[in-house]
């Protein structure tokens, strides 16, 4: 199967601080990329996605950038609040399924 | 807004039980999917269905089989609960916009067989 992975279990910020949730995934023929945010006890959310003919996408506060060459994914969460603490993860999708990262736990200083 | 329901957000079950686990979604998606996500494996996908009276099979399908006899039902059965089949589940749903083919989850259902 595919492999979907991050390269830190845990992140520590500073409240107003920015965040940088990275990902990496193996598979080059994967066309469409979602990081979600899970809080304890609740669900995946959907925060922002990026098809694979772009390299960078932004919402609110929030900004996915893909480097395909090395395949690699990252969310770029500005100016962090302690309401932006949960467990984040990255979702590739090749051929209408979806393959999950285990996910990291982001944790916001007061 | 997409709304994705489980039956049940805790249930504590006996080794050998049939157990059910239903998933609902109110946005008329064709898509529906059930992961269990286990501390350090991340979402893996159990079964998940394109149409009514529709499954395939995921990465991890022993030990479980699917019902969907209507569009915005998705059931998840576990003949003879184990053990191992402890953990959370999570049903989701989706459509594709033509751009993508965002998911929409449920607020999962946390499953313990003793």
């Known amino acids: 199967g595919e492999s979907v992975g991050l390269h830190l279990p845990t992140l520590s910020v500073q409240e107003g601080d920015n965040s940088i949730i990275n990902c990496a995934y193996s598979?080059?023929?994967?066309?469409?990329f979602i990081w979600y945010k899970q809080e304890s006890g609740k669900g995946p959310q959907f925060i922002i996605d990026?098809?694979?003919?772009?390299d960078k996408r932004q919402g609110q506060r929030v900004t996915v950038l893909l480097n395909k060459t090395v395949k690699h994914l990252s969310l770029q969460i500005a100016a962090t609040q302690p309401g932006d603490s949960a467990v984040y993860f990255c979702?590739?999708?090749?051929?209408?399924?979806?393959?999950f990262g285990t996910g990291t736990s982001l944790t916001v200083i007061p | 807004d997409v709304k994705v329901t489980q039956s049940s957000r805790y249930l504590v079950k006996r080794t050998g039980e049939k157990v059910f686990l239903e998933c609902v979604q109110d946005m008329d998606h064709e898509n529906m999917f059930w992961y269990r996500q286990d501390p350090g494996l991340g979402l893996r996908l159990i079964y998940f269905s394109y149409d009514v009276k529709m499954k395939e099979k995921g990465d991890i399908p022993e030990g479980y089989s699917v019902s969907r006899e209507k569009k915005e039902r998705f059931s998840l059965i576990l003949e003879s609960a184990s053990t191992n089949q402890t953990s959370m589940y999570l049903c989701?749903?989706?459509?594709?916009?033509?751009?993508?083919?965002?998911?929409?989850f449920g607020p999962g259902t946390r499953l313990t067989v003793l």
């Open positions: 990026i098809r694979s003919n772009m």
């Open positions: 979702a590739e999708n090749m051929n209408n399924q979806f393959y």
């Open positions: 598979n080059s023929a994967s066309d469409y």
């Open positions: 989701a749903s989706s459509f594709w916009t033509g751009s993508g083919n965002e998911q929409f």
